[in-house]
């Protein structure tokens, strides 16, 4: 999407390491922001969200982080598995829409976890 | 409880034909948004539909338009088919003003 830029385009971690995928959006009157995982020809999966009245959620070994000042939004993983390899969308509102439903996504982080 | 089902899986179109995907929403979901994938990209947003209606259009020409039906199942139809329109066509849905997608698998339009 045009409002929404990811980095980086691809990702390689060794297993037991951290992971972190940062996105940045335009609107600052964006309140919601996804993170989706996708694996190799497989459906989109979101695996956590984040509004903008918090700056941080977390669920077991995954955390998304907000900081609604610098328009960006940050995915953690820690402690990396192989299984969490996959390719990681962020996505944002559509600030071009009255309401704001539909998402804009990020071009996409290849993440690889080596054993 | 059924997730998002989309049919055919994979699709294969002539140049100048039209096609048409279609989508059955996540049980007690009502909207229904319409995305293309093009291989190694971000999904890019056609359009959405909720009460029937087109509530909000992507940057995609008219080829591209839609349909909701009052079970909430929606079409996809793409005319004069190019063949950059071979892309995964990926349909997700929603509740209401709830931004949270299920997607579905999709289904692959191979354009020849």
């Known amino acids: 999407g045009e409002n929404v830029e990811q980095h980086p385009s691809t990702l390689s971690v060794q297993e037991g390491d951290s992971a972190v995928i940062k996105c940045t959006y335009s609107?600052?009157?964006?309140?919601?922001f996804p993170w989706y995982k996708q694996e190799l020809g497989k459906r989109p999966q979101l695996i956590i969200d984040?509004?903008?009245?918090?700056g941080e959620k977390k669920d077991q070994r995954i955390a998304v982080t907000l900081n609604k000042t610098a328009k960006h939004f940050s995915l953690h993983i820690t402690e990396t598995q192989p299984e969490d390899s996959a390719v990681y969308f962020c996505?944002?509102?559509?600030?071009?829409?009255?309401?704001?439903?539909?998402?804009?996504f990020g071009k996409g982080t290849s993440l690889l976890v080596t054993p | 409880d059924a997730g998002v089902t989309q049919s055919p899986t994979h699709l294969i179109k002539t140049r100048g034909q039209q096609v048409t995907l279609r989508c059955s929403p996540k049980s007690g979901h009502d909207t229904v948004s319409w995305y293309q994938q093009a291989l190694g990209q971000g999904p890019q947003f056609i359009f959405q539909y909720y009460e029937e209606e087109e509530r909000q259009r992507g940057n995609f020409p008219d080829r591209f338009s839609g349909h909701q039906f009052p079970n909430y199942s929606s079409e996809l139809n793409v005319n004069a088919l190019l063949l950059g329109d071979s892309a995964l066509y990926l349909c997700a849905s929603s509740l209401g003003t709830d931004k949270g997608y299920t997607f579905g698998s999709g289904t692959r339009l191979t354009v020849v």
């Open positions: 609107d600052s009157a964006s309140n919601y």
């Open positions: 984040i509004r903008s009245n918090v």
């Open positions: 996505a944002a509102p559509d600030p071009n829409s009255n309401s704001g439903y539909a998402l804009n």
